[in-house]
Nanobody
Framework: QAQLVESGGGLVQPGGSLRLACTPS????????IGWFRQAPGKMREGVAA????????EYAGSVKGRFTISRDNAKNTVYLEMKSLKSEDSGVYYC?????????????????WGQGTQVTVSS
């Protein structure tokens, strides 16, 4: 089954920055919509940002708009999530997902393929 690999998580102080990366394991996902999701303990998985396979349209959750940026580098077969001005409430396991959806439900956590996640902890 096609899988994804996330990297770049870690411990950062409030106000700090991190860049997460998502790469496919042994396949090319340049024709897929890619989403970033996060899940905190005891909470549902929520969509954070997504980039459409159709025209590169991006969508962000209101809580991260203006602080997070999703981008893709097709030459490197990688999607990034640049996170700035991090807050404690941004902590959680971050997952990337890949799906063939075009422009709708980009932040809905029903993607077909998933990674194992990378932990992000924002704490002083």
């Amino acid at each position: 089954q096609a899988q994804l690999v996330e990297s770049g998580g870690g411990l950062v102080q409030p106000g700090g920055s991190l860049r997460l990366a998502c790469t496919p394991s042994g396949w090319n996902f340049n024709d897929y919509t890619i989403g970033w999701f996060r899940q905190a303990p005891g909470k549902m998985r929520e969509g954070v940002a997504a980039i459409s396979r159709v025209d590169g349209t991006t969508e962000y959750a209101g809580s991260v708009k203006g602080r997070f940026t999703i981008s893709r580098d097709n030459a490197k077969n990688t999607v990034y999530l640049e996170m700035k001005s991090l807050k404690s409430e941004d902590s959680g396991v971050y997952y990337c997902g890949a799906d063939l959806r075009a422009r709708s439900l980009l932040l809905h956590p029903t993607y077909r393929y998933w990674g194992q996640g990378t932990q992000v902890t924002v704490s002083s």
